[in-house]
Nanobody, 124 residues
Framework: QVQLVESGGGLVPAGGSLRLSCAASGRTFSTHAMGWFRQAPGKEREFVATISRSGDNTLYADSVKGRFTISRDNGKYTVYLQMNSLKPEDTAVYYC?????????????????WGQGTQVTVSS
């Protein structure tokens, strides 16, 4: 069973930065592509960024491209989301997610395991 725990959320002024971390369980971490999603009140959950098992390939939503960077450290069983130039519209609960084993990072429907979420609030 894949268990995911997010951390690093908080309150930040517009233009500021945050780094989210997602700690994953166990030795199978490198068999899972990883992703970040977010959900604002009254809106559906949306894709933010994904990263392949090796870390060599990434995919970003147009709304965050050039501002956010996803990365992973397979030795630490951790995935990160560096968020720069934050905007009030980035305010949401951010969720870490993992695919089933050996599923492609760019298959958004393959993300089956989810963390509890961490709140990011960007003030104007």
């Amino acid at each position: 069973q894949v268990q995911l725990v997010e951390s690093g959320g908080g309150l930040v002024p517009a233009g500021g930065s945050l780094r989210l971390s997602c700690a994953a369980s166990g030795r199978t971490f490198s068999t899972h592509a990883m992703g970040w999603f977010r959900q604002a009140p009254g809106k559906e959950r949306e894709f933010v960024a994904t990263i392949s098992r090796s870390g060599d390939n990434t995919l970003y939503a147009d709304s965050v491209k050039g501002r956010f960077t996803i990365s992973r450290d397979n030795g630490k069983y951790t995935v990160y989301l560096q968020m720069n130039s934050l905007k009030p519209e980035d305010t949401a609960v951010y969720y870490c997610a993992a695919t089933g084993p050996y599923r492609r990072y760019d298959n958004i429907g393959a993300y089956d395991y989810w963390g509890q979420g961490t709140q990011v609030t960007v003030s104007s």
